[in-house]
């Protein structure tokens, strides 16, 4: 709304495409084509806290432990949406 400088939702829509945004695992950027957020994706396993990764989920003694991190850009997947995208006055 900031950007837009107005809260009508159409002015929101447009402002938000290829808005990037800081999250707490890197920036999270608004695609274009059809609104949807690409961001870092990690994969994780559960286990048994360890000197390494102490931190323990709820209290359960397990934690998750990453495994490896992907890039937005690969782990973006295209898209087929057939969004009808209304005319930007």
């Given at each position: 709304m900031a950007?837009?400088?107005s809260t009508d939702p159409k002015k929101v829509a447009f402002a938000m495409e290829g808005l990037e945004i800081p999250s707490f695992a890197g920036d999270v950027t608004m695609r274009k084509s059809d609104h949807q957020l690409q961001q870092t994706m990690f994969l994780l396993k559960w286990e048994r806290v360890s000197k390494k990764y102490p931190y323990s989920d709820e209290n359960t003694g397990y934690t998750f432990?990453?495994?490896k991190q992907y890039a937005p850009y690969v782990s973006s997947t295209p898209t087929t949406c057939q969004m009808k995208r209304p005319t930007e006055d």
């Open positions: 950007k837009a400088h432990a990453p495994i």
